[in-house]
């Protein structure tokens, strides 16, 4: 089976702070991982992927993350947010498995400070 | 490019209403999915297709009918509208390998539908 948790409903950050947006995973069998971005009254929009290469992914406006499997967690993070990332955030995970169901968490609000 | 196409975007219906959100890929993706997504519930399934002439219920199918008769097309049909059923509903779709794993390919999403039942 499945699942996503992201750790945070609401991460607050001032405009050039580092930004932290916390997801766990669990799959039984080897997982995808990607994080998404929504902008207010927007569709979804992806920042990156993991599929079994390299554990740092690098994504869209700066942001990237870390697969790391004895943790089961797969990070976001960027280095000095931006307002323009004052968005909500989904880490998904899908699996090789006859399931082919995307899994989504549950979203984590980020709001940027000035 | 269209990516997956949705329409309406806006939608105002009466209880008891029926109506269908209509979705559209260009992409020759296998699997489509449609989801709503709900204030702190992030986005939860409501039924899937692997193929067409396959479909199968996802988290939360209930008063939500859908078909797949070609690729293109993946409609989702509100068969008699409540008020719980208010919501952004998005549809998506992904490439499959092996006729069913979508592992590792990347998900394309709609723009979303918002959906108020009065």
């Known amino acids: 089976a499945q699942s996503v948790t992201q750790l945070d409903s609401h991460v607050s950050v001032s405009e050039g702070t580092p930004v932290l947006l916390r997801c766990n995973y669990s799959?039984?069998?080897?997982?995808?991982l990607f994080w998404y971005v929504q902008h207010p009254n927007k569709g979804l929009q992806l920042l990156l992927k993991y599929t079994s290469a390299a554990t740092l992914v690098k994504g869209i406006n700066g942001f990237e993350a870390e697969f790391k499997k004895s943790e089961t967690s797969f990070h976001l993070t960027k280095p000095s947010a931006h307002m323009s990332d004052a968005a909500e955030y989904f880490c998904?995970?899908?699996?090789?498995?006859?399931?082919?169901?995307?899994?989504f968490g549950s979203g984590t609000r980020l709001s940027i400070r000035p | 490019n269209a990516g997956v196409t949705q329409t309406p975007k806006f939608q105002v219906l009466k209880t008891g209403q029926s109506m269908t959100l209509q979705c559209a890929q260009d992409m020759n993706h296998e699997y489509m999915s449609w989801y709503r997504q709900d204030p702190g519930m992030g986005l939860r399934l409501i039924h899937y297709s692997v193929g067409a002439g396959i479909t199968d219920q996802g988290e939360v199918p209930n008063g939500y009918n859908v078909s797949r008769s070609t690729t293109e097309d993946f409609p989702l049909r509100l068969l008699s509208a409540a008020p719980s059923q208010t919501s952004v509903y998005f549809c998506a779709s992904s490439y499959s390998t092996f006729g069913v794993s979508i592992s590792g390919n990347t998900i394309y999403f709609g723009e979303g539908s918002w959906l108020t039942v009065v």
């Open positions: 799959s039984s069998y080897s997982p995808s």
């Open positions: 998904v995970v899908t699996s090789y498995s006859s399931a082919s169901k995307i899994i």
